[in-house]
């Protein structure tokens, strides 16, 4: 893969000059510059090409790089740079940005080392909402790395390189060592691709080294990446779920977004001095007091344990939340703090016989199919036979959340106890809980929330929809009050098309009838 060679003062497309490096990665040289018929400071971008291409390939390349960039662009203004030419020329691709103020992020990484958690936790932050913005216009970046994102002094990025992805058939045109392990195969990608480099990232930032070094060349250094055992993080601290978590070689086990925004927002809201979460992200930090909801949308109650049992779910080919999972292995996004929800419409599912609770609390027969599983913590519940326990998340106020499911299968049930609900579990649901789940993709409630009983005691049903990685996704939730602050929510989750398949309807009812607190 040749790379020009130009010196200052070159007229890129006639009228953009070159000045002086701002920085350098494996096969991308950033220039600042000018418009020499305006005077305006402006960023060029010299990446190297394999080899020339036709004019009319060329012509298609820099057209989709303006026309990518631009579409993102438009979604976060102030968080993606704003391409104003794209040219190739001298057997690389040129692309001239507006000056955005900021400083590569490499350039810090190089000049200060290692980030702290919260400050390395906000910039993760900041990507996390920009990926978001273009993966829900079917964007993939594809070229993200530490070089394309511009650290201003507030704190804010700005992201560039929109549209580099496939622009001609190397697997990677620039720093190969961010590439993601299917990109490394030369495999076609997607979303979860981004995600790999985000925790490459966030890797970087914390351990102040790459997770993957630069090898010297373009297929040694994806080999490498494709091939090497990532090195355990021992500086990340309560970034290392999330890290790890994101840099899985399956894509289909890679986080999901929800879940990394949980895991973020909780390492900023444990440091003292990080300062308020930008605030498309303020209303996440509301979960205090709720149960737990599952969904392709959530925000966590028991923040600190959503990564936790995102991460063990993904060890078994589950994706957490509202984020990028593979066929078959879909999973509905992990619900944080979940309060009772009101019963939508349709209301809840009338228990049906052989499956119909028992007046006295002891629990229902347990349907064919089925077995009662007893959990340590004082609860049971019927599953279907080959379903297991996912991983359990706690929270240091004794919250705690266990997620069942089977590998293979998109379907979850997830039950949370807290010992902080609020005294209306209609409330919970609306105030606690909903204004979280309004930040995600498609989010619409079904019906009402419904104040309701179960087993005696104050409940409140609701669902709703979402976006799960373009799967649409349904879950209803029941949380009901134990008395003195304590309750449990169950939260079933399923794609939205088989929602009113008669196996997850009885699967439902199931839970309904059978689930008890042990000695309650």
Partial sequence: ????????????????????????????????????????????????????????????????????????????????????????????????TERVGGTPLSELLAERGAFT????????????????????????????????????????VVVAGFGLAGATLAPRLTAPSYASPEQARDERIGPTADLWTLGAILYAMVEGRPAFRDRGGLEATLKGVDRLPLLTPVRAGPLTPVVQGLLRRN?????????????????????????????????????????????AVSVTAVAAATVTVAVLAAAHGLSGTGGDTGAGTRQRPSSPAAPPAGTAAPPSPAPRPGATPSPSGSGAAVPAGFRRYRAPEGFSVALPGNWRRLGTSRAPDGSYRAVFGAVGDPRTLAVTYSERAGADPVAVWRDEVEPGLERWSGYRRVGGIRATTYRGREAADMEWLAEDDGVRVRTFGRGFLLGGGRSFSLRWTTPAADWDDAANERALTAFLATFREEGG
């Fill in 1 to 96: 893969m040749g790379r020009a060679h130009v010196s200052a003062h070159h007229l890129v497309a006639g009228r953009h000059r070159l000045l002086e490096v701002v920085h350098r990665e494996t096969n991308r040289v950033c220039w600042s510059g000018e418009d020499t018929g305006t005077g305006r400071p402006c960023l060029v971008t010299q990446v190297g090409l394999p080899e020339d291409p036709p004019d009319e390939s060329a012509r298609r390349m820099t057209g989709r790089v303006v026309r990518t960039c631009e579409t993102v662009r438009l979604l976060r203004p102030d968080r993606v740079a704003a391409v104003v030419d794209a040219v190739v020329e001298h057997g690389a691709l040129w692309t001239v």
């Fill in 251 to 295: 894509s289909r086990e890679r986080l999901s977004r929800p879940v990394v925004r949980e895991a973020l927002l909780q390492v900023l809201s444990e440091d003292p001095d990080a300062g308020t979460p930008p605030a498309p992200r303020a209303a996440a930090r509301r979960a205090g007091r709720g149960w737990n909801r599952r969904t």
């Fill in 117 to 156: 958690h919260a400050r390395a936790a906000r910039v993760g932050l900041e990507l996390l909402d920009v990926l978001e913005a273009a993966h829900g216009q079917g964007i993939t970046h594809g070229e993200l790395s530490p070089g394309q994102v511009f650290v201003r002094e507030e704190g804010s």
